[in-house]
């Protein structure tokens, strides 16, 4: 008789004495505590990271939440944007509280209770197959993964990573019990995923390949196989790989992503997929990835039952689909943004390996051909996957964060890690086959398996600390960059409109952080389309006497402000000035923002573009425009280049004119060349009326071509200062033509 056909265990069918309230009061005391101490030390963490820095991620997501929390709509930077996800949902109640610093904590330590929650669903799968301390064990493990430091950013996988967990087991419990309200919890789970987040669209595809396996692995699969002959297997393998080529052609023709990426980078999917694979292996300590493999394939001599078919069912499907997808995605991306370990998207799959893992240490048996199979894979993924060991954190694999930590503070390179990693895979082969071959001697088996356990939630607890460390470290890089008010913005705007207008941005880092922090910032531009996104951005029209509009004309300037945050020197708004703000912008002095009650219409004073954040100018050189001058004056132009090689310069000061609603050079009022050798101040007279100046540097050089020792890859003409004086100081002298 099959293992399908048998009837359940005596366990399982003997009825069980009534247990009272406390009786299971008690029982659930091992799991609630596991719950409550990993988010309180998770919680800690939140508490110690001071500010979001994973943008634009974390950016984008408040715009959103905040936009729901305020109209009831998604929004991005006041734009109407389609709806994100369920996550947004969830924190944006927690937006209502005016206090940004409040509300943030909210949203962090409400991140932290949803994302530790992945501890019931997985308890609760690992029920099905293990006995309740290897559930705990599961549990744990998947609580425990370097992952869990997402739990606090405001990122989509602190819901989607215990959600896919409750999909899976709800997955699991509707195959085994078949009983309407378990298909219908699950067929509306599934249903869901996708709202939760966009890559969780694979969980239905997983429940259909565990639909397919577990057809194919059932009593009424075995007996339509019992009489195939090898054309019939060798048939259906044509079928399949048919209706592969044929769903592959039919999502090409639909997706220009799908296209690109099969038809032309197929080899990426497998080897950025095996990166991220590698990655999720070195944070869990490999042999979870290993025992979690081979735990998938039946063992001889184990007791089989319907509760463990399906779970192999549906952890197959699960890694087979969150694989695929990761994969596909990642080599999407290094197509399309740069080449990338996406851990990220396979963490999904943590809990089904930690639960096979539990499987394999619990029965003290297991597939060796399937073991063997799997502790190579494991090998090749060690040695072939990159460490990122020169950097602090690598946002998108946590898993190699305590290498990266190991890095900093024990100085290992990549050889020692590599090694260190395989020691762990050979050590824990060792113990496990140890087990298996003990398994009559329970006591000694027992022993063995529960210290591989124990060290394996110690390596994921230690990688999950090494993650947080990273994240908290950068916070607090981030915090001295702002510096603090945080919200000196909103402390004088009260929470009316005001822009942000900047140039030359190198670092994007400073205004996503004061966009963060002051919600009444609602609009973000650049004079030179330098910043970007989240959201709607761009650069502004501006007239020839300095109006700004996002019209047709400027007599019809669209939104108006009551406030301006410029980007002070080259962004100088007419109004009056609130507040002052210096902040660490890229150059070796402090930056400062300047936040001006704006007039109306509101209009500039004077802006200047082409200019790097540490005051040198690029490729396309540097101009100047006032706009307000009603009464002649003298304009200071510092230039230097030093420590570079000498140049000729040339300077041109002209009237202004309307082009392409921008302002630009008309008449030549004034020219002059010369050498610029070491540094030199120019002054010019200006006229009684709008005008604009352009310097351009004959000799541009960069740094890291002239000099092997700089790690500076720009185009650099000279460094330029320009200053609008209403008269000449003392001791000034005008500058002649060179």
Not at 42 to 64: G, S
Not at 283 to 312: N, Y
Not at 593 to 615: F, H, M, Q, V
Not at 698 to 720: E, I, M, N, W, Y
Request: net charge positive; charged share 15%; with cysteine.
């Amino acid at each position: 008789m099959s293992a399908v056909a048998a009837p359940r265990r005596a366990e399982e069918t003997t009825p069980r004495p009534g247990r009272t309230i406390a009786d299971r009061l008690l029982a659930a005391v091992p799991l609630t505590s596991l719950y409550a101490w990993l988010s309180i030390v998770y919680a800690f963490e939140a508490w110690r990271r001071v500010t979001p820095w994973l943008f634009t991620d974390e950016l984008e997501l408040t715009q959103i939440s905040r936009a729901i929390a305020a109209t009831g709509h998604p929004a991005r930077r006041g734009e109407p944007y389609h709806y994100h996800s369920l996550y947004t949902l969830m924190i944006a109640p927690v937006w209502l509280i005016n206090d940004v610093a409040t509300a943030y904590s909210g949203i962090k330590y409400l991140d932290v209770f949803v994302m530790t929650a992945v501890i019931f669903p997985t308890y609760f799968l690992a029920r099905l197959v293990v006995g309740r301390g290897w559930a705990l064990f599961a549990a744990a493990g998947a609580a425990a993964i370097p992952s869990l430091a997402y739990s606090s950013w405001i990122v989509e996988e602190t819901l989607a990573y215990p959600y896919a967990a409750l999909c899976l087991f709800l997955i699991v419990k509707a195959f085994v019990e078949r009983r309407p309200w378990w298909t219908a919890a699950a067929v509306i789970a599934n249903a869901a995923a996708p709202l939760v987040r966009g890559e969780l669209v694979v969980i239905p595809l997983a429940a259909f390949v565990a639909a397919l396996l577990a057809a194919w692995s059932s009593d009424w699969g075995r007996r339509r196989r019992a009489s195939w002959t090898w054309g019939s297997h060798l048939g259906l393998a044509v079928l399949a790989a048919g209706a592969i080529i044929a769903l592959s052609a039919f999502l090409s023709h639909h997706s220009q992503q799908w296209y690109t990426v099969t038809q032309y980078y197929k080899h990426r999917i497998f080897v950025l997929g095996d990166w991220a694979a590698g990655s999720l292996a070195i944070g869990l300590g490999v042999i979870p990835l290993v025992l979690g493999l081979a735990g998938l394939v039946p063992a001889r001599g184990e007791e089989r039952s319907r509760e463990l078919r399906m779970f192999r069912c549906v952890a197959a499907g699960g890694v087979l689909a969150f694989g695929l997808y990761t994969g596909m995605k990642a080599a999407y991306i290094s197509t399309a943004f740069e080449t990338r370990v996406e851990e990220r998207n396979l963490i999904y799959v943590a809990p089904l390996l930690f639960v096979a893992t539990a499987l394999v240490l619990d029965r003290r048996r297991v597939n060796l051909g399937a073991l063997a199979a799997a502790a190579a894979y494991a090998l090749y993924l060690v040695v072939g996957t990159p460490f990122f060991m020169d950097r602090q954190l690598y946002s998108d694999a946590l898993g190699l964060a305590i290498l990266q930590q190991a890095n900093r503070f024990y100085e290992w390179t990549p050889g020692p890690a590599q090694w260190v990693l395989i020691g762990m895979l050979a050590g824990g082969l060792a113990l496990v086959v140890t087990a298996v071959r003990l398994r009559t001697q329970r006591a000694l088996a027992g022993a063995l398996a529960a210290a591989l356990g124990v060290g394996l939630l110690a390596w994921n607890v230690t990688g999950e600390v090494s993650a947080a460390a990273g994240t908290i470290s950068i916070s607090h890089t981030l915090e001295a960059t702002l510096r603090h008010p945080f919200t000196w913005v909103d402390a004088v705007t009260k929470g009316k409109p005001t822009l942000y207008l900047a140039q030359g941005v190198a670092d994007a880092n400073p205004e996503w952080e004061l966009e963060f922090w002051n919600r009444s910032i609602v609009t973000v531009d650049s004079l030179d389309g330098t910043l970007g996104g989240p959201g709607p951005s761009g650069s502004p029209n501006i007239a020839v006497d300095g109006r700004i509009y996002t019209t047709a004309s400027p007599n019809d300037p669209g939104r108006v402000y009551d406030y301006a945050v410029e980007d002070w020197p080259c962004v100088d708004f007419a109004g009056t000035l609130a507040r002052r703000h210096r902040y660490n912008g890229g150059s070796a002095t402090l930056k400062e923002w300047r936040l001006i009650r704006l007039t109306k219409p509101n209009r500039l004073r004077a802006e200047c573009s082409g200019i790097y954040a540490d005051g040198w100018s690029g490729p396309n050189d540097s101009t100047y425009f006032r706009f307000d001058s009603s009464q002649a004056g003298w304009l200071r132009i510092r230039l230097s280049r030093d420590p570079w090689p000498a140049s000729r310069v040339h300077v041109q000061l002209a009237s202004l004119r309307s082009e392409h609603r921008e302002p630009a050079l008309a008449k030549a009022l004034d020219e002059q060349s010369f050498d610029l050798s070491s540094p030199q101040t120019r002054w010019f007279r200006t006229p009684a009326s709008a005008f604009g100046v352009r310097v351009v540097v004959d000799g541009k050089f960069v740094p890291r071509d002239v000099d092997p020792r700089s790690q500076d890859p720009r185009t650099l003409g000279a460094h330029v200062d320009y200053r609008f004086f209403k008269k000449l100081p003392p001791g000034a002298t005008p500058s002649t033509g060179g």
